[in-house]
């Protein structure tokens, strides 16, 4: 392991912090000025956020004490939740969710911070106070040491796991574009399910699900992961229209058999119903006999295939509808009962039989591209682990 100085933050770049204008001055906003919050950093697919949808104006900007900042920096939420992490391509202010970083381009590259923030959001977290939710102060941030090679070798590093993102991010777009051809075949068989072309008969989503597996939600409170157990999926494993195995987590048999309503099978159907509302996916015979927690709803579909009703759910029109009904302020969710009265077109079953043989096989090619990405996910987590202990060679 090569020996870095070590350096507190604010000795190699400026820390910033944010604000919000009053929402009820009309002339504080829609104006020239970038602003950003930490909801705009959640979805990103790379280190670079490229403006933000909305903006403030001079007199805003003034008004809260914001500062614009400056294209190349590296904004950071330090609440609700702590870990976002961007680099700003063009200038803008922030809200009060963030501790921003303008690094001193002398001693630290932007992109080498971006990653060493990225790696180190399990720590972030841990040093967040509040009763409403975590934060992580500015004079705590100030205090944090983070360990400097010279520029030359922290642009190199930044550099391959550059390199190393950017793979990972065509084996998604491999994913997302799977997905739409799946999509695409689905409409070209049946239309807009809640248009309804083709007038196939309609039935709510519970008059198609096993009545000895009604719909229901999992686990409230599945406990720390154990070593052996009953496995368990969340909705965060439910990534890519698959759910990804790799850190799937496990529960103590007592609670997994006290929620037994709950239990999958291969085929299930499964409707993240919390939080991210609308990620959908199949279970695999590998989680037989597994769980789910209380963010998501299992569909054991019994008169329809199962891949037709996954599809059906994905479309647009069907997502928009979860959307139309899901409700509440801390956490968003839609109620079982909206999902059980789901309306669902019925094609013939060989129609919709014809249709699960042609997903199947772009299915194989999701679980092919699945297995290269967590091959990619693992080596960039092995580089990202080396590259801050310095032992990447030069």
């Known amino acids: ?66 500062e614009v900042l400056p294209e190349g920096s590296v904004l950071f939420s330090s609440r609700a939740p702590i870990g976002h992490v961007a680099i700003n391509c063009v200038p803008m202010a922030t809200n009060q969710g963030f501790k921003s970083f303008v690094p001193d381009p002398e001693k630290l590259d932007a992109k080498f911070l971006y990653y060493w923030l990225r790696k180190n959001r399990t720590f ?46 065509l084996r998604r777009q491999a994913l997302a574009a799977l997905d739409a051809i799946a999509q695409s075949i689905f409409l070209e068989m049946f239309g807009n399910p809640t248009d309804n072309p083709h007038q196939f008969p309609i039935k709510r989503l519970i008059e198609i699900v096993d009545p000895n597996r009604p719909i229901s939600y999992g686990i409230l409170m599945p406990g720390a992961d154990q070593d052996s157990g009953v496995l368990y999926v969340r909705v965060v494993d ?70 037709f009703v996954c599809e059906c759910l994905r479309t647009a029109s069907f997502q928009r509808w ?17 999902v059980k009265q789901m309306p669902i077109i019925l094609p013939p079953l060989n129609l919709q039989q014809e249709f699960a043989r042609r997903v199947e096989a772009i299915e194989q090619l999701k679980t092919t591209h699945r297995e290269s990405l967590a091959q990619l996910d693992a080596l960039f987590a092995s580089l990202q682990h080396r590259a801050f202990r310095g032992e990447l060679s030069p």
């Open 1 to 66: 392991m090569t020996k870095w100085q070590v350096t507190r933050l604010d000795q190699c770049a400026r820390i910033v912090g944010g604000s919000t204008p009053k929402t009820s001055v009309k002339d504080y906003w829609d104006g020239e000025i970038y602003w950003a919050t930490p909801k705009d950093l959640s979805n990103l697919e790379s280190p670079n956020l490229e403006g933000t949808p909305r903006r403030i104006t001079k007199a805003g900007l003034d008004s809260c004490g914001a």
């Open 124 to 169: 972030f977290n841990s040093l967040g106070n509040g009763a409403t939710f975590k934060e992580v102060s500015k004079a705590i941030v100030s205090r944090i040491e983070i360990p400097l090679p010279p520029i030359a070798q922290q642009k190199r590093i930044a550099a391959i796991l550059d390199r190393a993102e950017e793979l990972r991010g």
């Open 238 to 307: 439910m990534k890519d229209g698959g759910i990804e195995l790799a850190n799937i987590r496990r529960t103590t048999p007592e609670i997994s058999n006290a929620y037994r309503r709950s239990l999958l099978k291969p085929y299930d159907v499964l409707l993240s119903i919390r939080g991210h509302v609308g990620r959908l996916a199949i279970v695999p015979s590998a989680l037989n006999a597994a769980n789910i927690t209380q963010d998501t709803a299992r569909l054991a579909i019994k008169d329809a295939e199962p891949t």
């Open 322 to 338: 979860m959307v139309k009904h899901t409700k509440g302020v801390a956490v968003r969710g839609i109620n079982l009962g909206d």
